[in-house]
């Protein structure tokens, strides 16, 4: 049935439903093409300037709040893979639509996908980032899109055909238009392997990075104590390596920023605004602090939290240096992709928080995607009200004036941290008799004073603490309960140094963070 319809030895080859199949899928070659081909020039202008990119990065900003935080839930730190297949998928579909329009309603599909060049072009222009120049990748590339979907489409055409060839069956020139998809499927292959090897400037940043040493602090961080880790298995370590630390961001691609070409402005309400370079950060004396960051979206029990030796140098001492204004209460700093995050000053100039302008994690330079060559780290606040990475600017101004990027998406201007702890084991199973349970409890920049584990409906078992470095970081803790064959509940609740016991009430991560208590369940037989 389908083979006799779509045979093309059908005379009246011009409304064949094969025909309509072919045109699609040169829609679809056509536009892969258009869009490797503005890959590829995105690998001159800039990684950010791609079709794909840009547009993927201008969803992002405008995806709402809730939709945001779900595929963060959802996918975690895959919600970028995710955005980005979905993206191709909806692509795909829309480029089969191009050619088939291009077939039945010239130049309908033409203007297709003309016009997403043209809001391609649009969006990557009104990128934080970007230049003039950053309409070219989207221009040219869906201009190639078009002449190889009008190429190919024509040869589908009889009247066409007849003129331009000899084809025997005098219908459609099926050799020319595989000729033209073959080769809108090279230029697409070509145009791919060109912008990997253009696109050394990423290779260039870490290359810079790798061969960083970066300066010893003044005043170096209190030695991590022998019973900070205990070493248990399953249990998250007392210091997060860096490639298991979270990484969080709205960047579809990692800025590159090369510190030679790095600075720091310091402005807005201030009465001595200054630029600090790379050179003269590394010759400030630099401090180590531990410090537990911690992101909003981290639900009760998950994971989007990590501790890190950070090395950088007071933001306290910047914003001394340059002597904000009388009725300043907020600073907004900026990254070089625009992102931004609102800070309160006075937290910022607290005496008794280290609040760091970090360049080194865990005793290396901080890794790209972690922000180098500099991002901020501030005890006891969200990373999303405090941890700029590839921060570029620090604008003193007034929450009255400015907000921070989340701030219009539903997340509330202020985000200190809530108390939390969180259960690592057992999680599945365990045999019968004395259980250990452990994990991690955290109340950055009071400290923990207490963690309890309630088994079932029993009471409030008091755990042992780990040792810590002091109350910036979270803490571990382990307790060992009787429990018989069966299914088990185990909850878990922490004190903080304050004496304000994690409170049951279970709230979602917007608009201000998750709270409530983790419960595991465990058969234990
Ligand atoms: N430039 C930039 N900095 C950013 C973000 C961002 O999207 N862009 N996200 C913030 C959020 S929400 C968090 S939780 C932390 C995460 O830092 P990490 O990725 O190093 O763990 O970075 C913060 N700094
Ligand atoms: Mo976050």
């Given at each position: 049935m389908t083979q006799e319809t779509e045979s093309p030895a059908a005379p009246q080859a011009d409304r064949s439903p094969g025909d309509a199949g072919w045109a699609a899928l040169a829609g679809v070659l056509a536009g892969g093409a258009g869009l490797a081909v503005a890959e590829l020039v995105a690998a001159v202008v800039a990684p950010g300037s791609s079709t794909l990119f840009a547009g993927g990065s201008a969803v992002i900003d405008a995806v709402p709040g809730w939709l945001k935080d779900f595929a963060v839930q959802w996918f975690g730190t895959n919600d970028k893979a995710v955005l980005l297949g979905t993206m191709g998928v909806v692509l795909a579909?829309?480029?089969?639509?191009?050619?088939?329009?291009?077939?039945?309603?010239?130049?309908?599909?033409?203007?297709?996908?003309?016009?997403?060049?043209?809001?391609?072009?649009?969006?990557?222009?009104?990128?934080?980032d970007a230049t003039a120049l950053w309409a070219l990748p989207s221009i040219i590339g869906l201009g190639a899109a078009v002449l190889l979907l009008r190429a190919a489409v024509a040869r589908l055409r009889p009247a066409a055909a007849q003129r331009a060839s000899s084809t025997s069956d005098g219908a459609v020139d099926r050799r020319g238009f595989l000729t033209v998809s073959g080769i809108a499927v090279g230029v697409a292959a070509l145009a791919l392997v060109g912008s990997r090897v253009l696109s050394a400037g990423s290779t260039a940043v870490s290359a810079v990075r790798e061969k960083l040493r970066l300066p010893t602090a003044r005043t170096t961080a209190p030695a991590v104590p022998a019973g900070a880790d205990l070493e248990l298995d399953g249990l998250t370590p007392y210091i997060t390596p860096n490639p298991d630390f979270y990484r969080i961001d709205t960047a579809l691609i990692v800025p590159q920023?090369?510190?030679?070409?790095?600075?720091?402005?310091?402005?807005?309400?201030?009465?001595?605004?200054?630029?600090?370079?790379?050179?003269?950060?590394?010759?400030?004396?630099?401090?180590?602090?531990?410090?537990?960051?911690?992101?909003?979206?981290?639900?009760?029990?998950?994971?989007?939290?990590?501790?890190?030796?950070?090395?950088?140098?007071?933001?306290?001492?910047?914003?001394?240096r340059a002597k904000p204004r009388a009725g300043a209460d907020m600073v907004l700093s900026r990254s070089s992709d625009g992102f931004t995050a609102g800070t309160p000053l006075e937290v910022l100039q607290d005496p008794d928080r280290e609040s760091l302008l970090a360049i080194g994690m865990n005793g290396e330079p901080l890794p790209v995607e972690h922000g180098f060559p500099a991002r901020l780290v501030v005890p006891g606040l969200y990373g999303y009200v405090s941890a700029t990475k590839w921060v570029t600017s620090l604008e003193v101004t007034t929450f009255d004036a400015d907000q921070g990027y989340w701030t219009p998406r539903g997340w509330s201007?202020?985000?200190?941290?809530?108390?939390?702890?969180?259960?690592?084991?057992?999680?599945?199973?365990?045999?019968a008799g004395a259980v250990t349970v452990a994990g991690v409890a955290w109340a950055q920049h009071t400290g923990i004073a207490k963690v309890e584990v309630r088994p079932d409906d029993g009471d409030w078992v008091t755990a042992e603490l780990a040792e810590t470095v002091g109350p910036d970081t979270w803490r571990q803790w382990h307790v060992s309960i009787d429990l018989d064959a069966g299914n088990h509940t185990l909850a878990v609740r922490a004190t903080d140094a304050d004496g304000q016991v994690q409170t049951e009430t279970e709230a979602p991560p917007a608009p201000d963070g998750a709270s409530g208590w983790h419960t595991v369940t465990v058969s234990v037989g």
């Open positions: 579909l829309g480029a089969a639509l191009a050619g088939w329009l291009e077939l039945r309603r010239p130049p309908a599909g033409s203007v297709l996908v003309g016009a997403v060049g043209v809001v391609g072009a649009m969006v990557a222009v009104l990128r934080p920023l090369n510190p030679q070409d790095w600075s720091l402005e310091v402005r807005g309400l201030v009465d001595e605004p200054f630029t600090l370079t790379w050179d003269e950060l590394l010759a400030l004396p630099l401090e180590e602090h531990h410090v537990t960051l911690a992101c909003v979206s981290n639900t009760v029990g998950g994971d989007l939290i990590g501790n890190a030796l950070w090395l950088g140098y007071p933001i306290r001492a910047l914003l001394e201007a202020l985000g200190p941290i809530k108390i939390e702890s969180r259960i690592d084991v057992p999680r599945g199973s365990a045999p």
